[in-house]
């Protein structure tokens, strides 16, 4: 079965920094590698997404980038800010289905 | 904005009792999915239907778990008798034509 390994588990990042969390995905078909936010009690998020025909996808303070050859895509957020503290979750959706990474608790201090 | 409905939000129920969630989906979307999400980690799909037929429920436990999408619209998911590791969140999603899935706010289940 797919796997999707995500690092890091946590995050702390202060205001004003960048951060950056990183997926592995196995070599398979794939398709499409979304990124999802999601608040505690709440229902992840559709943030941004990247197909693999593009190595670098920005939206806003957003930025996926997607190394093929590694097998890897992480992403970038700029500028953080403490609205942005929440978990994340990359994934992979290939063969009609979604299969999502270990998950990232990003914090944000003042 | 179009979003996911998922009732009820919240719900507390005991051993061996029979539960059941719904979920409305994005009107026009064909494909609809149920996961369940442990605590800390990332959903898992439980069920996905394409219009009113299973496409996949490999990973149902179809020994108390039930699911049905009878008119390719709204779905329920049902457990009986519900058992204490059953706690979790139940999470519906989404998608039309795209490959992007749209999350509900889920259904927290608490077994007692």
């Known amino acids: 079965q797919q796997q999707v390994k995500q690092s890091p588990q946590s995050l702390i990042v202060q205001k004003g920094g960048i951060s950056i969390i990183n997926c592995a995905y196995e070599?398979?078909?794939?398709?499409?590698f979304p990124w999802y936010q999601q608040f505690p009690g709440k229902g992840p998020a559709l943030l941004i997404a990247?197909?693999?025909?593009?190595s670098e996808k920005k939206e806003g303070r957003f930025t996926i980038s997607f190394n093929k050859s590694a097998k890897q895509f992480s992403l970038h957020i700029m500028d953080s800010q403490p609205g942005d503290s929440a978990t994340y979750f990359c994934?992979?959706?290939?063969?009609?289905?979604?299969?999502f990474g270990t998950g990232t608790r990003l914090t944000i201090i003042p | 904005e179009a979003e996911v409905a998922q009732s009820p939000r919240y719900k507390i129920t005991e051993k061996s009792q029979a539960v059941a969630f719904w979920c409305d989906p994005i009107?026009?979307?064909?494909?609809l999915y149920w996961y369940r999400q442990i605590l800390g980690q990332g959903p898992e799909l439980l069920v996905q239907?394409?219009?009113?037929?299973?496409?996949?429920d490999s990973q149902l436990p179809k020994d108390r778990f039930s699911a049905e999408r009878l008119k390719g619209v709204d779905s329920t998911l049902k457990i009986q008798p519900a058992e204490l590791g059953d706690s979790a969140m139940y999470l519906c999603?989404?998608?039309?034509?795209?490959?992007?899935?749209?999350f509900g706010p889920g259904t927290r289940l608490t077994v007692t």
């Open positions: 999603a989404s998608r039309g034509d795209s490959y992007e899935q749209y």
């Open positions: 070599n398979t078909a794939f398709d499409y």
């Open positions: 990247i197909r693999p025909d593009v």
């Open positions: 994934a992979h959706f290939g063969n009609e289905k979604l299969t």
């Open positions: 009107s026009g979307h064909a494909t």
């Open positions: 239907f394409q219009d009113e037929s299973v496409v996949d």
